[in-house]
């Protein structure tokens, strides 16, 4: 996730300390921090949208866990002291033991957030969230009007997504917009931070697409589309900034937006350049995210890297508590988690050997780390040592020089205790 407010401007926003290790509550390092828990508590969807990567429909899906499995996994998180814990779907508010489980999870003192379509959150729920001190809501808007009942697979999904954002706002809950880019609104993103602004929304999180589930039937970007949807997102930043308003634009699911990001910053001699680039070497990029500070716990109890990497397995819940599994302690794990996270210390010239493609030489890898690993992993027959195939940077644009040197890695084997 690159936090593209806080780069450009550089004025504190949430969660610096996870992200780019500053203030009171940073993590030593970004290998040594615990993961965001991104937990699917239902496959069953009011709506059917273009780019679902758990290709959830409206109806039961067998397996999913119980009351009293759920009631262990929340205790687990808890003692395991995640950052943050994100309920998705499906669409998380249709489970019948949705309030019940917001209860217990912020009971338990877990930072809590939501992840929702937000066409079921009435006042009265809106009101349970606030209550609860849910951190926030996360709601999908991917088009204004038609465009995102299109994407959504529903006539009407963008007023009623509307309304949970107002609901939201009528009694203080903050709110947060995600969007996934694709060729149905990536021309159209002034009007999506036009929205922003009109409903007066704090966050918003910009995903790139990942091929899983039914986003794999959607259209891949040019990547000159990818780049000027960027733009704008910089420039209403620098405007917002400007004017004194203060608003998070992050963008997911593509580190290459961090070396986008400094590249701009040096053709405009940015005055937050060196800092931005320290800010980026810190967090790693893709190396440090999937199955380090990242982490999905599916509708069936299996644990994954991360929310679309499905076809990789950790464990289950419902044997080994997610503690344990994620600490490499499962009596059924096969080390492909430790075979993840090694990605992140090699050096130079054993990536050379080791990771095929771009990547494996591009001069951005200390603030990259290889793209969105998910995504290359999809790309090359599951093969975790191949390049990401969305990485819209030139050429010349990733070819080292030799006047640039390396943020050094370490050298040493990655112990089954490193968590991320």
Request: proline share 4%.
């Amino acid at each position: 996730m690159i936090n593209l407010t806080k780069l450009w401007t550089g004025k504190a926003q949430p969660a610096d300390g996870l992200r780019y290790g500053l203030g009171e509550d940073a993590a030593a390092d970004a290998r040594s921090r615990k993961p965001i828990v991104v937990w699917n508590i239902t496959r069953t969807c009011n709506l059917h949208c273009l780019h679902c990567y758990s290709d959830s429909a409206s109806k039961s899906y067998p397996g999913e866990l119980s009351w009293e499995q759920m009631e262990e996994v929340v205790a687990d998180l808890a003692a395991y002291q995640i950052p943050s814990l994100l309920l998705s779907g499906g669409e998380p508010t249709v489970h019948p033991r949705f309030n019940d489980l917001v209860h217990l999870a912020t009971g338990a003192g877990i930072k809590l957030t939501i992840s929702t379509n937000g066409t079921l959150i009435t006042p009265e729920r809106a009101q349970f969230l606030k209550d609860h001190n849910v951190a926030y809501v996360g709601i999908s808007i991917d088009g204004i009007g038609a465009i995102h009942d299109e994407f959504r697979g529903k006539k009407g999904a963008f007023d009623s997504a509307v309304r949970g954002f107002r609901n939201c706002h009528a009694v203080e809950q903050k709110t947060g917009l995600r969007l996934t880019f694709s060729p149905h609104n990536v021309a159209n993103i002034e009007q999506i931070l036009d929205f922003i602004e009109q409903e007066n929304i704090r966050r918003a999180c910009f995903y790139h697409l990942v091929p899983a589930g039914r986003g794999s039937q959607l259209q891949v970007l040019d990547p000159e589309d990818i780049r000027g949807a960027i733009d704008i997102l910089i420039a209403r930043i620098e405007a917002w900034n400007k004017a004194g308003i203060q608003r998070e634009l992050l963008t997911v699911t593509q580190p290459a937006d961090g070396a986008y990001l400094l590249l701009r910053m040096e053709r405009e001699n940015h005055p937050n350049l060196e800092e931005a680039r320290r800010l980026l070497a810190w967090n790693g990029g893709g190396v440090n995210s999937s199955g380090i500070g990242v982490a999905n716990i599916d509708t069936q109890g299996d644990v994954h890297p991360d929310q679309f990497w499905q076809d990789v397995y950790l464990g289950n819940v419902k044997k080994t508590p997610f503690s344990q599994i994620w600490e490499g302690k499962d009596p059924e794990s096969d080390h492909l988690l430790e075979e993840i996270r090694s990605i992140g210390l090699l050096t130079l010239e054993e990536r050379k050997a080791r990771i095929e493609g771009r990547c494996g030489t591009c001069k951005w890898f200390n603030v990259c780390g290889g793209g969105f690993r998910t995504r290359a992993a999809f790309a090359n027959y599951g093969s975790l040592w191949g390049s990401d195939p969305a990485c819209y940077l030139h050429d010349d644009e990733i070819r080292p020089n030799h006047a640039e040197s390396e943020v050094s890695r370490p050298e040493s084997i990655l112990e089954e205790t490193v968590v991320a």
